[in-house]
């Protein structure tokens, strides 16, 4: 029950904080296809080369609807890093890119994050409970008989997975 709260509780917040990224700033962290749709089967207007500057317009699942010197599109939210370049000194937002790419920053030392793609610290510490929003996720919850129903019409099969050990014991729950 407490993974499906903090599963409600994490989709609440994504769904507030989505428009944030209306109007930002940002560049593209490795070159990517830019896209007509965001899918990755969809039609590619252009590739932009990795530190092409971009306008973030909208945020659509794991994609961005960027405009770009090369053409308005879709790219992958995974290639663009959002907020303005460093300019403390030559070739500083270079190396921020590799250090977003490598999991090192700053001190050289490997960092290790757990968070959610797209949303920077600041917008995790803006959040706010909507209880609005909560309540939507609640509505799309089954019941077990209604997800026995469907899956046996859809011929899946249960399967049973072991939750991952506790980093701290090493033991399974």
């Known amino acids: 029950m407490k993974l499906i709260f903090n599963q409600l509780l994490l989709s609440a917040m994504l769904l507030t904080a989505g428009a944030a990224q209306a109007g930002e700033s940002g560049s593209t962290i490795k070159a990517d296809a830019l896209k007509a749709a965001p899918f990755t089967d969809a039609k590619i207007i ?52 590799a250090g977003l790419a490598s999991g090192r920053a700053g001190t050289g030392k490997i960092v290790a994050t757990t968070g959610i793609r797209g949303l920077n ?36 099969a249960a399967r049973q997975l072991d939750y991952l050990p506790d980093p701290s014991t090493g033991e399974s729950k």
């Open 121 to 156: 610290e600041e917008q995790l510490r803006a959040a706010k409970y909507d209880e609005k929003q909560l309540n939507l996720a609640e509505s799309y919850a089954t019941s077990r008989a209604e997800a026995q129903k469907f899956a046996a019409s859809a011929k899946l």
């Open 46 to 97: 252009a590739t932009l080369p990795s530190g092409t500057r971009i306008e973030i317009l909208k945020k659509d699942g794991g994609w961005y609807q960027v405009k770009s010197p090369r053409g308005n599109g879709w790219i992958r939210l995974l290639s663009v890093r959002r907020g303005g370049a460093k300019t403390s000194s030559a070739g500083s937002e270079l190396s921020g890119l």
